[in-house]
């Protein structure tokens, strides 16, 4: 028996969930596929999946375990729940944003949210957000808040602009 983790995500799909997981793991560098199970042919007139469909993936992302469970079309994601992908680099924003919202719905773009093409909703953020956001100076994060808030995709070179009061960002500053 496998080590189990205390507390799990599971996502539901409408039938989606082998798809999706691939596509996970293809983003995310330290990813890896589990266990696959499939819908056996009792109970049926509960699930309405033919035998052999797929039932449940298991995955991991960065070290976070996770399940993916083809429910049927019922039940659908929503912003009430996101993963957070928190990124030390501009070129890691880039690298996840444009990864993640192929596809995806474009107007749920807001404040480095995005819907991803299968309507999971993911926050790529600079890893210093949360230090700028929470800082004790109301008046620098009034400043962060007053310049992410319009962005779609963090600029992580903006937000630290911002947080230290500059106006322009020098051209050699590495982002």
């Not at 469970?69 to 912003?79: H, R, V």
């Not at 962060?144 to 960002?169: H, S």
Request: charged share 30%; proline share 4%.
């Amino acid at each position: 028996m496998l080590k189990v983790q205390k507390i799990t995500p599971n996502l539901f799909f409408a039938s989606e969930a082998e798809e999706a997981v691939k596509y996970y793991v293809g983003i995310f560098k330290n990813s890896k596929l589990g266990r696959t199970s499939y819908y056996p042919k009792e109970g049926f007139e509960v699930h309405k999946q033919p035998e052999g469909t797929v039932l449940t993936v298991e995955f991991e992302l960065e070290g976070q375990k996770f399940l993916a469970l083809n429910g049927g079309p019922d039940l659908k994601f929503n912003e009430c729940v996101s993963f957070i992908v928190n990124c030390d680099t501009q070129k890691e924003i880039d690298y996840y944003w444009d990864k993640l919202s192929a596809g995806g719905d474009p107007k749920a773009q807001q404040c480095g949210w995005l819907k991803d093409k299968f309507g999971m909703a993911w926050q790529v953020v600079p890893t210093e957000l949360m230090d700028m956001i929470t800082d004790e100076d109301r008046e620098k994060v009034g400043r962060v808040m007053t310049a992410y808030l319009p962005m779609k995709k963090f600029n992580r070179a903006a937000l630290r602009q911002a947080y230290e009061g500059k106006r322009e960002l020098a051209v050699s500053e590495e982002l």
